[in-house]
């Protein structure tokens, strides 16, 4: 059974995800009352904020335990396959 | 009663929160499944696009009927507060 | 002969330049004498920010004198090429 | 002496720095010809796209060189000083 590098701080991030649910749940209420447009860019900017440090975390983990001591054999397509990810993340 | 820029497409916007509330949901299942950390990563950016996408329509429904049309009085301060918006946005 | 907003802080603008283009040509610098790359990328991060905040600059004076007082004629494609600007940016 | 990761693409990170030098002057002289700020805004959206893929570039290699395989030592920090220079990345 394979375990990744997030095991480790598995609450944290599920933590930190609830309270992001909550935050776009909080959106559509806001939305649906009709709330005033820049409050409501700031809590999508929380909320977006919010998942990019989940992401920092994931990948911290990731580079620590499937990057740099891969459980076996190359550990070139994991470089390649993260860079990948973090870039999608800058343009996200 | 006030009614805001966003109304107008109200549907539109409460539908593509709706979705992202469901990424976030399904990045919780994820994390407790140990699912690979890439494919996490990837969602992760895919509701943060769509946050993103959220806060542009909103942007524009704001400049189109608040700043370009302000109801009543000086639009200055409505200006200064849509792109301090724009930069915590750009910044998220 | 048209004057476009960012006209009133030219010279803060054209200052700002000059130091992201002195910045990115340090960073040819630091490459060519094989720095370390962590702080290369600081040295990038610094450029973007930069960058950034010329934009939001530019973005403010825009939306101050075209969008929300137009020259002439409808603002509408003003507001749409202003937001489509700002999704860009905020995508870069 | 050190030779570090990026070492081996040097030229084409060179070549894309000096494109972006170049665009940066471009954006001073479009400043003070007055051009239309919506071009100026593509232009700044193109220079930061471009310190984006060099930034990626890096840290593609840095990860591959510094942190999958570290000269000597724990590589312990260097996920730490990574991760946190992908965080500055992410958010700049």
Known sequence: MPTYG???NKEDVLARLK???GQ???LS???DNDVYCID???QITAA???LKKVAIALLDDHIRHCVAEP???SNKDM???ATAAIERLVKS
Do not use: A, C, Q
């Open 6 to 8: 997030y095991s480790d």
């Open 19 to 21: 309270k992001i649910e």
């Open 24 to 26: 776009v749940r909080g």
């Open 29 to 31: 209420r806001m939305v």
């Open 40 to 42: 409501i860019l700031t």
């Open 48 to 50: 977006s904020n919010g």
């Open 71 to 73: 459980p076996e054999g």
């Open 79 to 81: 470089v390649r396959e």
